[in-house]
Structure formats: structure tokens, C-alpha cells
């Protein structure tokens, strides 16, 4: 056993990482960004024009947000008996990887598009991507957590 007992839950699984979920909610900052806008009520129009200029650009950032929603949602859902949905939570490293891509492409358009002038938000954007594709391709944990919900 390569991992502690604490680190699997009732069914048998490999507890997601911290260090994931964190990456799930940098990836859904579209919706936190939302959801704190309508908390404030007065200033949540101010909030998103700051944050998002281009409305356009927090839609597209809401439905990018969706699948790592949907993964925070699913993975405690996990169960021997639920075999397909064990086999699509099994894609999710794949799909988190594959979703992170898109939005430093998308990211990094929208530098171009300022003809690379600096802010700070999109440098915190690009660092944070990167840094989540690096960790997902190399972290040991974050694979055996997907690979032991499609083994089962």
C-alpha cells in the first residue's frame, strides 16, 4: 500500500488532493467571481466590470468552469456499484489537463490581444496554469487517484 489508510474514503477510493481541489476552484474562478458579485448585490456590476471588462469573456470563463464543478461534485460520489460514473470521474485528470490548456491559450489570447502589456491578474492567470498543467502531469497521487476509480 502505497498510501496511508486516512487517505482513502469509505469506499476504497484515493481521497483527490488538496493541491487538486485547489487547481478545480482556480479553474472555476469564473463562477467564484459570479457568486461573489451576486453576494454583494450593490457593487456586484462594479465587482464584474473590473474583474471582467468583457462580459463575453466571463461567459466563456463560466462554462469553462463547468467540468471542474462537475468534478468536485462527482468524485464523492464514487462507488462500486455506480461503474460509469467510476469510468467518466475516471477521465477527469484528462479533462482537467485538457481544460487548464484551454484557458492559458485562451489567457495568453487575450495578452496577445494587449499587446502584452502586463497586468497583474493575467500574470497571476498564466502562473497559476502553468503551474496546475505541471502538477497534473507529474503528480503520482493525482494519478493513482484517477487510476484506482477506473480499476475498480
Not at 500500500?1 to 488538496?18: F, S, T
Not at 460514473?85 to 489570447?109: D, P, Y
Not at 496577445?112 to 502531469?137: D, E, K, N, P, R
Not at 507529474?138 to 484506482?148: E, L, T
Amino acid at each position: 500500500m502505497r498510501y496511508l489508510i486516512e487517505e482513502y474514503d469509505k469506499n476504497g477510493y484515493l481521497k483527490a488532493p488538496i493541491w487538486l481541489w485547489f487547481a478545480w476552484l482556480f479553474l472555476a474562478r469564473g463562477w467564484i467571481v459570479f457568486v461573489m458579485a451576486g453576494v454583494t448585490r450593490d457593487k456586484g456590476s462594479d465587482i464584474l466590470s473590473m474583474i471582467y471588462p468583457n462580459s463575453f469573456s466571463l461567459y466563456i470563463m463560466m462554462c469553462m468552469g463547468v467540468p471542474s464543478l462537475l468534478l468536485m461534485w462527482v468524485i464523492g460520489l464514487r462507488n462500486p456499484d455506480r461503474r460509469w460514473l467510476n469510468k467518466l470521474i475516471g477521465l477527469g485528470r484528462m479533462t482537467t489537463i485538457l481544460l487548464s490548456i484551454v484557458q492559458l491559450a485562451l489567457e495568453l489570447h487575450y495578452i496577445s490581444l494587449q499587446h502584452g502589456q502586463f497586468t497583474w491578474g493575467a500574470a497571476l492567470s498564466v502562473v497559476g496554469l502553468s503551474w496546475i498543467i505541471i502538477y497534473l502531469f507529474n503528480s503520482r497521487r493525482v494519478k493513482d487517484c484517477f487510476d484506482s476509480i477506473s480499476d475498480n
